[in-house]
């Protein structure tokens, strides 16, 4: 099992700046990628930006050269800087792993951080 818990979420002007943390804790040596993703009301939840274990990501369209995801080499952290905010980046933002346990695959999720931003 991997746990992971969000924060950093909160309100801010358009043109401002959060950084959302994921903190992993359990088998996190079986952790092989990590992601963020958010779901905006009403809609389906979205791929923000994912990082593997060579370091390799790749972001939405909609947040490039915006957003940027990093995390620590033992997998314990997870983060998404996020600058030149938008209304639109206004969701509730997930964490997840991916993780191997063998010849399973299973995903985990955060309960998610409440992002919104103001115009």
């Known amino acids: 099992q991997v746990q992971l818990v969000e924060s950093g979420g909160g309100l801010v002007q358009a043109g401002g700046s959060l950084r959302l943390s994921c903190a992993a804790s359990g088998s996190i040596f079986s952790i092989k990628s990590m992601a963020w993703y958010r779901q905006s009301l009403g809609l389906q939840r979205e791929l923000v930006a994912a990082?593997?274990?060579?370091?390799?990501?790749n972001y939405a369209d909609s947040v490039k050269g915006r957003f940027t995801i990093s995390r620590d080499n033992a997998w314990n952290m997870a983060y998404l800087q996020m600058n030149s905010l938008k209304p639109e980046d206004t969701a509730v933002y997930y964490c997840k792993s991916t993780a191997q346990f063998g010849a399973i695959t299973r995903l985990f999720w955060g309960q998610g951080t409440q992002v919104t931003v103001s115009s």
């Open positions: 990082i593997t274990s060579d370091g390799t990501t």
